[in-house]
């Protein structure tokens, strides 16, 4: 079978006003369009989400489409976690969208030094006045060491403090994750923080790549 680069995990329910923006920016990627995946797992929406995924899952054959009844986004981040296959996992929310080159350059700078974990910038699209604002602080430069790879043990001070707790600024060895056995606290929000600081408290080979690639969206409705 074709060897799939990165597996980007995304859970949906009920956000169709997103939707097409955040999948667009990862079906556009470019790197190398048959290297990816994209697992779209439906936590049971009762809009025109379902609708709306079928058909990019009937369109293009690198869409992966999961349903379940309706659960939380950490339930579903880990059904997709099962069917990943890809070397590297990325996981990001609907209301998010990358920038067209993140999966290409997070991927080759990752393969490169074989990171675990490599953590990158992101920026906060602001909904409502359409702006895009630097979230300079979700990383803290000043604490990590001063060289391409390093172990968490290697940050000297504030450890837990040198990087979020998100997953949008992240991109992981699916084969670290999967030996660890780390996954997602099936709660309704703040269900990422265990996974995140488990996977980087272990971690031997962290990189951080200094460019800023994502984009959350603030100023939402309807959204945790």
Not at 18 to 25: A, F, P, R, V
Not at 67 to 78: P, W
Not at 136 to 144: E, G, Q, S, T
Request: overall charge negative; some cysteine.
């Amino acid at each position: 079978s074709k060897k799939i680069k990165v597996s980007i995990l995304v859970p949906i329910y009920n956000v169709e006003k997103y939707l097409e923006k955040c999948i667009n920016s990862l079906l556009e990627q470019t790197i190398d369009k048959s290297k990816i995946e994209v697992v779209l797992v439906d936590d049971g929406s009762t809009d025109g989400s379902a609708e709306m995924i079928s058909g990019y899952s009937e369109r293009d054959n690198r869409v992966i489409l999961i349903r379940e009844n309706h659960e939380n986004a950490a339930h579903a981040r880990n059904i997709g976690l099962k069917a990943a296959k890809g070397e590297y996992l990325y996981f990001i929310d609907i209301d998010d969208f990358l920038s067209e080159n993140a999966l290409e350059n997070l991927y080759n700078h990752a393969r490169e030094i074989q990171a675990e974990v490599t953590v990158f910038r992101f920026d906060a699209y602001m909904n409502e006045q359409k702006v895009f604002l630097p979230m300079d602080w979700v990383v803290k430069k000043k604490l990590i060491p001063d060289k391409p790879v390093f172990s968490f043990l290697e940050i000297k001070e504030d450890r837990l403090c040198a990087f979020s707790g998100l997953t949008i600024d992240k991109l992981f060895l699916r084969e670290y994750i999967e030996k660890n056995g780390f996954s997602f606290q099936e709660m309704r929000s703040s269900n990422d923080g265990l996974f995140i600081y488990s996977a980087l408290i272990s971690a031997r080979k962290i990189s951080f790549y200094d460019e800023g690639l994502a984009h959350q969206r603030r100023e939402t409705r309807g959204t945790i």
